[in-house]
């Protein structure tokens, strides 16, 4: 049971932090689309 749930935990951190890493490496790519706002 044990080694299930240390392979869960992995898997789990995997999908999170790779998530999170892409999502990271690939703003500065699409920041520069945006277009400011003209202030109101």
Request: glycine share 4%; proline share 12%; hydrophobic share 50%.
């Amino acid at each position: 049971m044990e080694h299930v749930l240390l392979s869960v935990h992995v898997l789990a951190s995997i999908v999170f932090v790779g998530g999170a890493t892409v999502a990271t490496s690939l703003f500065p790519r699409y920041a520069p689309v945006a277009e400011p706002r003209p202030p109101r």
